[in-house]
């Protein structure tokens, strides 16, 4: 599954009240991690053996971790530092985006398993360039930046489609907003 396309123009919808307390840490296995990780463009094509290897040394070094959303629920807000990578392991959420001169959120994707988000910040400045917030109880793997630099060194898809998503979601906010 590639990255889910945008939904533009979509000015109705404004990003639900958000709760950021709805989010919590759970404990995930490296064998569900390396299997939740190995669906995503990314990594499809990385050895199983390999990545749920890279799996554990990330749990131990606590640069993975799993994360369940209630709905509602903020991962987190445009304009906050991020410094994690997503990878939707079930459930729905649904990203919101302003513009520059800070108008009203607008829908701009859905996220699906399998899906990443949260790579602009990552590979960018740092800072969210939109708000993803659960629209129904959501399970993610979440990778520290340190993780995903390691990943990155280990399996060198995971730069490539992460370049390639950045590139897409740009495109996509340019075209919303002008």
Request: charge should be negative; include cysteine.
């Amino acid at each position: 599954q590639t990255c889910a396309l945008p939904i533009l123009g979509r000015k109705e919808e404004t990003p639900p009240e958000m709760e950021p307390a709805k989010v919590h840490e759970t404990p995930v296995s490296a064998v569900r991690a390396a299997e939740v990780l190995s669906q995503t463009p990314m990594l499809k094509k990385a050895d199983p053996i390999a990545l749920q290897r890279e799996a554990e040394l990330l749990l131990q070094d606590g640069l993975l971790t799993r994360k369940e959303c209630r709905e509602n629920a903020a991962v987190f807000q445009q304009g906050d530092v991020g410094d994690t990578l997503y990878v939707v392991e079930s459930g729905m959420l649904a990203v919101y985006s302003s513009s520059v001169d800070g108008s009203d959120g607008q829908l701009v994707d859905y996220l699906g398993p399998n899906d990443v988000f949260g790579e602009m910040a990552i590979l960018g400045d740092g800072r969210r360039n939109a708000s993803v917030v659960a629209n129904r109880e959501s399970s993610l793997i979440a990778i520290h930046q340190s993780g995903v630099q390691r990943l990155m060194n280990r399996f060198p898809s995971v730069s490539s489609a992460l370049l390639g998503m950045v590139v897409q979601r740009q495109e996509g906010l340019r075209s919303l907003f002008g």
